[in-house]
């Protein structure tokens, strides 16, 4: 674990053999870079470089929402679905943009968000990197009195051009251009090809789509200098379990930044109180 500055943020760099990660507690507890090789693989927006907030100057959470925006920052995160439960549709600002404590066990850093005013949900992001592998666990827990169902959803944001490869049968996903009337419909092919569907994402087409893979895992490929990256992501699924959004994996692509979005999602439960559920990932690139 090294100190540095990124983009004008405070964070800690993470390395192992050609995998380097740098952790950004002070903005939602993101991974704000991840480089192979020297390559970055994550997106970040230089319109809001070195951005950071006091929570405690957000005493109406509704007007500070309408006078941020919807912001993107960049790099991986965990927000929290289902979308339709954020107010004024953008995410909870105490877990997406509040620092993180940061905490050191052994070699694993622990990200923990405060208790969201808007939810009374709390996220706790634990990322390892050993043997030129990442672990990230996500966990996400109802510090309310009061059973909530929510699900954990995290976002990586990939510089694009990138593709994916998800395995999966022709009709498990689909465009949500008929969930949300702001979306065109998608112009790729959704069917399955040897169990996979494939996913472009190179220009600047608006779309989104979503479904339920064979199993937990994908692959992201991506160009960088004429070479071709591959990201491999294991993560946790249950084929019996619900998902919010009826989506285990969500793939959006940016018409307005160079980036593409792979998200994926936990098992959508109802949680008493401290309850929590987690959703766990092994990021292997070459």
Same mark, same amino acid.
């Given at each position: 674990?090294?100190?540095?500055?990124?983009?004008?943020?405070?964070?800690?760099?993470? !390395?192992?053999?050609?995998?380097?990660?740098?952790?950004?507690?002070?903005?939602?507890?993101?991974?704000?870079?991840?480089?192979? !090789?020297?390559?970055?693989?994550?997106?970040?927006?230089?319109?809001?470089?070195?951005?950071?907030?006091?929570?405690?100057?957000?005493?109406?959470?509704?007007?500070?929402?309408?006078?941020?925006?919807?912001?993107?920052?960049?790099?991986?995160?965990?927000?929290? &679905?289902?979308?339709?439960?954020?107010?004024?549709?953008?995410?909870?600002?105490?877990?997406?943009?509040?620092?993180? &404590?940061?905490?050191?066990?052994?070699?694993?850093?622990?990200?923990?968000?405060?208790?969201?005013?808007?939810?009374?949900?709390?996220?706790?992001?634990? /990322?390892?990197?050993?043997?030129?592998?990442?672990?990230?666990?996500?966990?996400?827990?109802?510090?309310?009195?009061?059973?909530?169902?929510?699900?954990?959803?995290?976002?990586?944001?990939?510089?694009?051009?990138?593709?994916?490869?998800?395995?999966?049968?022709?009709?498990?996903?689909?465009?949500?251009?008929?969930?949300?009337?702001?979306?065109?419909?998608?112009?790729?092919?959704?069917?399955?090809? +040897?169990?996979?569907?494939?996913? +472009?994402?190179?220009?600047?087409?608006?779309?989104?789509?979503?479904?339920?893979?064979?199993?937990?895992?994908?692959? /992201?490929?991506?160009?960088?200098?004429?070479?071709?990256?591959?990201?491999?992501?294991?993560?946790?699924?249950?084929?019996?379990?619900?998902?919010?959004?009826?989506?285990?994996?969500?793939?959006?692509?940016?018409?307005?930044?160079?980036?593409?979005?792979?998200?994926?999602?936990?098992?959508?439960?109802?949680?008493?109180?401290?309850?929590? /559920?987690?959703?766990?990932?092994?990021?292997?690139?070459?």
């Amino acid at each position: 674990m090294t100190p540095i500055n990124i983009y004008g943020w405070d964070g800690f760099q993470l !390395k192992s053999d050609d995998l380097t990660a740098v952790i950004t507690p002070a903005i939602g507890g993101r991974i704000m870079s991840l480089k192979f !090789k020297g390559q970055e693989l994550l997106f970040a927006d230089p319109k809001h470089f070195a951005e950071t907030f006091d929570p405690r100057l957000w005493r109406d959470l509704s007007q500070t929402k309408k006078s941020l925006g919807f912001r993107v920052w960049g790099g991986d995160k965990t927000w929290v &679905a289902p979308q339709k439960d954020w107010l004024l549709g953008i995410p909870p600002l105490d877990l997406d943009a509040a620092p993180y &404590a940061l905490t050191w066990q052994k070699d694993e850093a622990v990200m923990t968000s405060p208790i969201c005013r808007e939810t009374g949900l709390q996220i706790i992001r634990r /990322i390892v990197l050993q043997q030129g592998q990442l672990r990230l666990t996500e966990e996400l827990y109802n510090r309310t009195d009061k059973p909530v169902k929510k699900g954990l959803w995290n976002v990586t944001q990939l510089r694009r051009p990138c593709s994916f490869r998800i395995p999966s049968t022709s009709q498990a996903f689909r465009s949500y251009h008929q969930e949300d009337k702001t979306l065109p419909v998608f112009q790729g092919d959704l069917s399955s090809w +040897e169990g996979k569907i494939s996913v +472009e994402c190179r220009t600047s087409d608006l779309f989104k789509v979503g479904g339920i893979p064979s199993c937990g895992e994908l692959d /992201i490929e991506l160009d960088r200098d004429g070479q071709k990256i591959c990201w491999k992501k294991t993560f946790t699924f249950d084929a019996q379990s619900l998902y919010a959004h009826a989506s285990a994996v969500e793939i959006f692509n940016s018409p307005d930044l160079p980036y593409a979005e792979i998200e994926l999602h936990s098992s959508f439960k109802t949680l008493g109180c401290n309850e929590s /559920i987690r959703l766990e990932q092994l990021w292997q690139i070459s």
